[in-house]
């Protein structure tokens, strides 16, 4: 049985207030029905199965009710071990977080955070994967998961970590397989921000939080998990160095793009079917 944080508990006495129910919340927000859920769940703002090399990954089945819906959900089959479900959510801490919540409803034990991630670090080439320690709030998502008022509430700055063993499990597998595979891999002190646009001025203020790369969801995401009584921890792949001027907004090179694409098509899916294999046999 999850160990739901009493605030869950709270959210969902909120719905009932205004006549809500659990089985309701969960399929809204997942647009399909709670029982689809596996136990063992990829989340993702923005990639697809598709970006998965098959024969690594597993066959895809796409299984939300229409296409591109504004949760889209598909069951994969590994080529070896239990099912799992991936869901895509869309970019953003309030829509990440959506999806992160409504798992407390559903069978959801594990899940890991996939996605790309900003590096403010020399050290970091893109393509690199990275694994974070915890995730430094900057967005607004993160007021809502904390109990008092609103008016109370400032979590900027405040740390939000992934489950300790999970997260333990996942850089010692990600560590042994980027070395087989000659990848770079950097275990980081992330940044969630809100703004891709409006970022650039406010790097030194980052850097000064002891941060070294940034995205978009994961202090929301990790501190809903934690409420919701499930495991998350999170693997990134480096998709731009602002400290090298290979920002989201120009000077990354054709190749090393492709490089990207590569560790993400055929790294990752050793990576995250090991991790929660390992899960299974211990």
């Known amino acids: 049985m999850k160990q739901r944080h009493p605030l869950y508990q709270t959210l969902l006495d909120g719905m009932a207030r205004y006549g809500g129910t659990p089985a309701g919340a969960a399929e809204e927000t997942l647009g399909i029905p709670a029982e689809r ?30 296409p591109n819906a504004e949760t889209m959900v598909w069951e994969v089959t590994p080529p070896q071990g239990e099912a799992v479900t991936f869901i895509k959510t869309h970019i ?13 409803l559903t069978a959801c034990e594990e899940c890991l955070f996939i996605g790309a991630v900003g590096a403010l670090d020399p050290a970091m080439h ?11 709030c900057g967005d607004g998502t993160s007021r809502y998961l904390l109990p008092g008022t609103l008016a109370q509430n400032d979590p900027f700055g405040m740390r939000a970590c992934p489950d300790a063993a999970l997260n333990a499990r996942l850089i010692r597998t990600a560590e042994r397989i980027a070395g087989e595979e000659g990848v770079g891999f950097h275990v980081a002190r992330n940044f969630s921000i809100d703004t891709i646009f409006a970022q650039f001025s406010r790097i030194d203020e980052i850097l ?8 978009m969801e994961t202090a929301a995401a ?13 693997l990134f792949n480096v998709s731009d160095n602002t400290l090298q001027n290979k920002s989201l907004m120009g000077g990354r090179e054709a190749g090393e793009r492709a490089y990207r694409k590569r560790v993400r098509a055929t790294v990752f899916p050793k990576i995250l079917h090991s991790c929660f294999a390992e899960s299974a046999d211990s």
């Open 126 to 136: 893109i393509g690199d994967i990275v694994v974070p320690t915890s995730s430094v």
């Open 208 to 215: 000064a939080l002891n941060c070294n790369t940034v995205e």
């Open 37 to 66: 859920i596996r136990r063992r769940v990829l989340l993702a703002p923005w990639w697809e199965p598709s970006m998965f090399a098959p024969e690594a990954f597993g066959q895809a089945e796409y299984i939300s009710p229409v």
């Open 92 to 104: 953003g801490a309030p829509v990440c977080t959506e999806v992160a919540l409504a798992l407390g």
């Open 222 to 234: 990790f501190r809903a998990a934690e409420l919701a009584g499930y495991r998350m921890a999170a």
